[in-house]
């Protein structure tokens, strides 16, 4: 079982950047891959980003967010990461990060068994 808890979420203007982090218990987070996911109002939750479970290794982003989003983890920490610069209105949204038990990297929300509870992030003009 993996608990994940986000934070960093907030209130920004456009152009400005943010760092969500997301937590991790239990000792087998560096077999995991994580994936970043938003979901913005009345729309589905869609992929941002993911990363392999050694991190050195593949990581995917969604063409929106190629070149201006991160993603990292420290796995020393049980903790991934998701820069995010240049940020726009259509970034807006609810944040989760999820564990997948397929340790490869995957844009797919299918291999992800475990999620976290969203933290929102809001981008003004």
């Known amino acids: 079982q993996v608990q994940l808890v986000e934070s960093g979420g907030g209130l920004v203007q456009a152009g400005d950047s943010l760092r969500l982090s997301c937590a991790a218990s239990?000792?087998?987070?560096?077999?995991?891959?994580m994936g970043w996911f938003r979901q913005a109002p009345g729309k589905e939750r869609e992929f941002v980003a993911a990363?392999?479970?050694?991190?050195?290794?593949?990581?995917y982003y969604a063409d929106s967010v190629k070149g201006r989003f991160t993603i990292s983890r420290d796995n020393a920490k049980n903790t991934v990461y998701l820069q995010m610069n240049s940020l726009k209105p259509e970034d807006t949204a609810v944040y989760y990060c999820?564990?997948?038990?397929?340790?490869?990297?995957?844009?797919?929300?299918?291999?992800?068994?475990?999620w976290g509870q969203g933290t929102q992030v809001t981008v003004s003009s």
């Open positions: 239990g000792r087998t987070f560096s077999r995991y891959a």
């Open positions: 999820a564990a997948s038990t397929v340790p490869f990297a995957t844009p797919h929300p299918g291999p992800y068994d475990y």
């Open positions: 990363i392999s479970w050694n991190g050195g290794g593949s990581t």
